[in-house]
């Protein structure tokens, strides 16, 4: 049985979304993180930024950088609010610079 998470082929950068997210998860959940990024690697979206930090009130806040395919960065929150760990998500577009 593979241990590895299965690869996609390559998506041009055409066709790809950079979103900024922040989550309020879990933080007593020890799969919390690993749901989130697995579920974003099935959707192919590629998590390129993540820093977490433990709030005052015990909540986990995880903010991430991802690109997503053009066709469903709309789906992203939804997909990730669906998650029990998950309390809230907030995501914006990032503007791709002037070339």
Known sequence: MPTALPT???TTA????????????????P????????????????????????RINGSGHLELRIDAPRAHAHCVTAWLSAL???????AREIAAPDS
Do not use: D, F, K
């Open 31 to 54: 799969t919390a993180l690993l749901r989130i990024v697995a579920l974003l690697h099935r959707r192919r979206c590629q998590v390129t930024e993540a820093r977490y930090r433990s």
């Open 8 to 10: 996609h082929p390559p």
């Open 84 to 90: 029990l760990e998950v309390h809230n998500v907030i």
């Open 14 to 29: 055409g066709n790809q979304v950079e979103l900024a997210l922040a989550l309020e998860i879990e933080p007593e959940s």
